[in-house]
């Protein structure tokens, strides 16, 4: 069974990363860009025994607790 | 109009870093983890009077020709 975990910046929060991307992007001729956001992505493989709710218990409190940082990053988890 | 692009490690090149956070979560108590992969995640907010065409267009050159390494990485993109 396979979690996705997507960790993004707060909408609230600054993405230098993201401007500079932005800004090269432009400077190398693609236009019509309004924003660049930048986060990460993680692909777990869980053990088939799990069933799905606790492979996304699992994955839940994986995100939580080590691959986002709560205080300025949102996350979001799909299992599949 | 937002495109959604994920940047993954190609499944044949070793990824030294999901390695690591595997090794960490199962430190922590964290188990029935079979892999992790680590990749990239970007939300590219485009000009709303771009159509879906040319902004699944635009966003496939971006993530080809800057956001992604074709040589090691494989890319996907998701208009919404």
Chains 1, 2 share one sequence.
Do not use: C
């Not at 975990?5 to 236009?31: C, M, R, W």
Request: charged share 30%.
């Amino acid at each position: 069974m396979k979690a996705k975990v997507y960790v993004t910046l707060k909408p609230s929060v600054l993405d230098p990363q993201g401007k500079a991307i932005q800004h090269s992007v432009e400077l190398l001729g693609f236009n019509a860009i309004a924003d660049v956001r930048q986060g990460k992505y993680f692909e777990i493989e869980l053990d088939d025994k799990l069933n799905e709710q606790s492979a996304r218990e699992s994955a839940e409190r994986m995100a939580r607790e080590v691959l986002s940082n709560p205080v300025i990053e949102d996350y979001r988890v799909e299992i599949e």
